[in-house]
């Protein structure tokens, strides 16, 4: 088993990524995963055109994606897409990495290299900076599990069954479904 990175924030903000790799920062260690795929990416970016469609529309706030969000003093993640709703950024120095306000709702689409107890502790990180709902999206099951603070189990949609993206308490009157998204 390899040397852990230990890191501070500040210390992680430097850091270079090289081609292929992506950083982020977990209670102070480095985690390093590859780069998402072509198929991961497009899954993504499919959602976000529909989320940041509608969100401009009702100006809620911003969807970003790839963005690294400050969590704590020694967490910051990098969710595949983030809402963050209207007003939350007023000012903030948007060019500051990491973002230092956390997303109002995390959605993550989960590639093949991904470890289920990663991907808790990311949930629980989330949820504990304050994010309202997270999402977790697998494409090749067609499979999407919704994470809530104070609920120990998550809500499971399935895009056969005819499962939906609704998040009414975020982001009122959206819905789009999971089929259309995950293919």
């Not at 995963?33 to 991961?40: I, V, Y």
């Not at 499919?46 to 003093?73: M, W, Y």
């Amino acid at each position: 088993m390899g040397t852990k990175t230990m890191l501070t924030v500040e210390e992680y903000a430097a850091l270079q990524e090289p081609e292929g790799e992506r950083y982020e920062l977990s209670h102070g260690e480095l985690i390093v995963t590859p780069s998402p795929s072509f198929f991961h990416n497009e899954v993504r970016d499919e959602f976000k055109v529909r989320l940041r469609i509608f969100v401009k529309k009702h100006d809620l706030g911003f969807v970003t994606s790839e963005t690294d969000v400050r969590l704590a003093d020694d967490v910051v993640r990098r969710p595949d897409l983030a809402f963050i709703r209207a007003g939350r950024l007023e000012g903030v120095d948007l060019d500051q990495i990491p973002l230092p306000v956390p997303p109002d709702l995390v959605i993550e689409i989960v590639s093949r290299n991904d470890r289920a107890d990663d991907l808790l502790l990311k949930v629980s990180q989330y949820l504990a900076a304050g994010a309202a709902a997270v999402w977790l999206l697998y494409p090749n099951t067609r499979l999407a599990y919704r994470y809530l603070p104070g609920k120990l189990e998550p809500e499971v949609c399935s895009a056969e069954a005819g499962g939906r993206f609704e998040e009414p308490d975020v982001l009122p009157r959206f819905s789009l479904s999971l089929a259309e998204i995950l293919g």
